[in-house]
């Protein structure tokens, strides 16, 4: 069946350094590829999505590219801040059917 | 852009008492509304899938008749949580999708049973 892996966390960093979330999948046929950011006590807010391979999502400074050959769509950000810490998952949606199948998720502490 | 509302945010009870949640779509008409479960530090666990005027689809291992899930309209899904116990406390989360766009998600709801 379907599934998504990415890496464990926590992820700590200091601001403006450089972030890559890794995300694996694996799926039949051609799945759309998300990124939802959950802020503490909230729910989740898709940051971005790509629908094909080699399509890049981008959003707030955050980019991932839909990699089929590495069935892979790692989170990048180039300067992480303060503000960015949260739980980051990375999600699939396969075809036929729209329910979202999550990674564990990777919670990201930025210190200033 | 799309909004879905999720009520109440928290809520505390007894256990053996019966829990409604509600999720709203409030600025479009959700073809299907999800239901998802998330234990402290796990990811989301996906409960059912629910479409208005007809039965919720439910994963396998969840409980119908310990979680029922009512979507009487294009917006607006309700699980009810049937005699609570401790093991039930844990944070849900509806979302709504209309056609192939992105699923929204609501605030969630975090449950503690006593």
């Known amino acids: 069946g379907n599934s998504v892996t990415q890496m464990e966390g926590p992820v700590t960093l200091s601001e403006e350094a450089f972030l890559t979330i890794n995300c694996t999948y694996t799926?039949?046929?051609?799945?759309?590829l998300f990124w939802y950011v959950q802020y503490p006590g909230e729910g989740l807010q898709l940051l971005l999505k790509?629908?094909?391979?080699?399509d890049k999502g981008s959003n707030k400074g955050f980019e991932a590219t839909y990699r089929k050959e590495t069935t892979s769509f790692h989170l990048e950000k180039g300067s992480v801040q303060v503000s960015d810490s949260a739980v980051y998952f990375c999600?699939?949606?396969?075809?036929?059917?729209?329910?979202?199948?999550f990674g564990k998720g990777t919670t990201l502490s930025v210190s200033s | 852009g799309a909004v879905v509302s999720q009520h109440p945010s928290r809520v505390i009870c007894k256990s053996g008492t019966s829990v409604k949640i509600e999720c709203r779509s409030l600025?479009?008409?959700?073809?299907?509304m999800f239901w998802y479960r998330q234990f402290p530090k796990k990811s989301l666990m996906l409960m059912a899938t629910?479409?208005?005027?007809?039965?919720?689809?439910?994963e396998q291992g969840v409980e119908k008749d310990k979680f029922l899930i009512n979507h009487a309209s294009l917006t607006l899904s309700t699980l009810t949580v049937t005699s609570a116990h401790p093991e039930d406390s844990s944070f849900y989360i509806c979302?709504?999708?209309?056609?192939?766009?992105?699923?929204?998600f609501g605030d969630g709801t975090r449950l503690s049973i006593l």
């Open positions: 979302s709504a999708e209309v056609g192939n766009q992105p699923q929204h």
């Open positions: 799926a039949t046929g051609y799945p759309s």
């Open positions: 790509a629908t094909k391979a080699d």
């Open positions: 999600a699939l949606s396969g075809i036929g059917g729209t329910a979202l199948i």
């Open positions: 600025d479009f008409q959700a073809t299907t």
């Open positions: 629910s479409n208005e005027g007809s039965k919720a689809t439910y």
